[in-house]
């Protein structure tokens, strides 16, 4: 491009004021949108005990908990159903890969509603995970499903398959050319999408509202103790809570970039 | 061979205990009686109303969004300037930021002692407006970045040695590049948009048939214990969710071909 302005002055005079425009544009969309709300959320927040208190500890460890089991199951669940959309052939796969973005598309509130319809107290097959820490963890998985399964997907189908064919040849069992070729290539993206899923699960709020009965101490995750705090007129206590879990999501964001960047590096 | 039908139905026994059944289910329990108790339920004032408030709140924030995507895609991929680091970053925030945070972070600026507190926007439509964009505000842009980053500068380049004008090149070198990206995008938006409850349900201050979306109205069914209505009502997004679906699978396969 700079080539092109020394060699065409005109015309790059003409295209200046497009992208000066676009990025003015942009920015002040942005600020007035996301950073202003963040910023009087950082502004307003005050009461330091609404964080440091037995409830909201309680909440912040049981929160971190079940993301980190959410994020671990999803590691394997997603990796399989992965594979099962890439490597095998059956009939019906072209609809099984449609369902999976089903998660991503349903309201949560909803995704919440039908898991508490068929598994909460008035359960026609008789499990009843509703007020227990079981049915956060079903909610949080079923909201999270297609994010290691959408990472892991496209490796998978751009993996070399002569690597494997090589060392089967050369007498390695199934096991050990999963463990040592394909997992090494799609790990990167199995940790990306972890760590989405993860992120995902710490604010996770929607599915959670029915199922969860957000008991303290029990089943009150973080997203609903800073609404219950909103609810009993504390915004200054609920937004210092959101300023700390704000702090994980971006710490998250952070290492999904620097993942990006292995995984691009690792492509060339 | 074991080893491979092993891998496959674990895969799609999960997906069946955790996707399949529940919303099957619902289905189910929905037109259990059938069609004409369900459309009653969904056709009450209340409901008609949350309706339209999820409309609007669409489709205000689906353009908004899709315009500042394109033109934010452009400014990351094309131009260099100061902070398009942290601007890249505050653009993926929406993602990985708690609605709940999202709400009070909208009700602490526009609620009553707020910066902007007292212009009507908190607990009215305006602020549900707001999260809307807020929450949907991503996608669009994190579905161009890439397409715009693989088709590169050549052509764009070629067309403003030939004479084209700014818009002249973008209508004809890099929107029929991005197209379809851009539509998925729009289509992941609009799948938001629809869905969204935790920000939403902060700011709005819960009037029925005035700042109830409809699903928040599929709470306020369930909380009065009137299954039907919060079936009815939660099939009814459900539908909006598979046709979602429908429309991102479509487009998938063209934007792989490109």
């Keep these: 491009m700079a080539a092109n302005a020394t060699a065409l002055p005109a015309a790059a005079a003409r295209r200046s004021l497009a992208p000066g425009l676009s990025i003015g544009l942009s920015t002040i969309y942005l600020s007035l949108i996301v950073l202003l709300p963040l910023a009087a959320l950082s502004w307003k927040a005050h009461g330091w005990q609404a964080v440091t208190n037995p409830e909201a500890t309680a909440a912040l460890e049981l929160t971190l908990g079940v993301s980190l089991l959410v994020a671990l199951v999803n590691a394997v669940a997603g990796t399989a159903i992965a594979w099962t959309l890439v490597r095998d052939r059956f009939v019906g796969q072209g609809l099984v890969n449609a369902l999976v973005d089903l998660p991503f598309a349903l309201p949560t509130i909803v995704a919440g509603l039908t898991l508490l319809a068929l598994y909460g107290p008035r359960s026609p097959v008789a499990v009843d995970v509703s007020l227990k820490r079981t049915g956060i963890v079903l909610a949080l998985l079923f909201v999270t499903l297609p994010f290691v399964v959408r990472t892991v997907q496209p490796v998978l189908f751009e993996l070399d398959r002569e690597m494997e064919e090589a060392a089967a040849s050369l007498g390695a069992g199934r096991a050990r050319i999963f463990l040592r070729i394909i997992l090494p290539s799609i790990l990167p993206a199995i940790l990306s999408g972890v760590a989405l899923a993860f992120a995902r699960a710490v604010g996770e709020f929607g599915s959670l509202v029915l199922i969860s009965g957000n008991i303290p101490f029990k089943t009150e995750v973080v997203s609903l103790y800073i609404f219950g705090r909103i609810e009993s007129g504390d915004p200054g206590g609920a937004a210092a809570a959101s300023v700390v879990i704000l702090g994980i999501s971006f710490g998250v964001l952070l290492a999904i970039g620097v993942l990006r960047r292995w995984v691009t590096r690792h492509d060339r | ?140 842009v994190r579905e161009v970045v890439p397409v715009l980053r693989e088709i590169g500068t050549e052509q764009e380049q070629a067309a403003a040695t030939l004479g084209a004008s700014w818009l002249q090149t973008f209508r004809r070198v890099t929107w029929p590049a991005i197209r379809w990206a851009t539509a998925y995008g729009v289509v992941l938006t609009t799948a938001r948009a629809l869905g969204e409850f935790g920000a939403v349900s902060v700011i709005s201050g819960r009037l029925t048939g005035e700042t109830e979306s409809m699903t928040l109205y599929v709470q306020d069914r369930y909380r009065s214990f009137d299954d039907v209505g919060a079936y009815a009502s939660s099939v009814l997004l459900a539908l909006l969710a598979v046709l979602t679906l429908i429309v991102m699978t479509r487009l998938r396969p063209k934007e792989e071909t490109q």
Excluded at chain 2, 43 to 67: C, E, Q, R, S
Excluded at chain 2, 103 to 123: K, N, Q
């Design chain 2, 1 to 140: 061979m074991i080893g491979r039908y092993a891998v496959r139905f674990a895969s799609l026994g999960y997906l069946a205990v955790l996707l399949v059944a529940p919303v099957g289910y619902v289905f189910w329990k929905t037109f259990q009686h059938g069609f004409g108790p369900a459309w009653d339920a969904v056709t009450t004032p209340d409901a008609v109303h949350a309706l339209k408030v999820t409309l609007i709140l669409t489709a205000i924030a689906v353009p908004a969004n899709t315009i500042f995507g394109v033109l934010s895609a452009l400014a990351i991929v094309r131009h260099r300037f100061p902070g398009a680091g942290i601007f890249n970053a505050v653009v993926d925030l929406p993602l990985a930021l708690s609605p709940v945070v999202v709400g009070l972070a909208l009700l602490l600026l526009y609620g009553r002692g707020g910066w902007l507190g007292g212009h009507g926007i908190a607990f009215a439509l305006p602020g549900l407006v707001l999260a809307t964009i807020f929450v949907s505000l991503p996608f669009v």
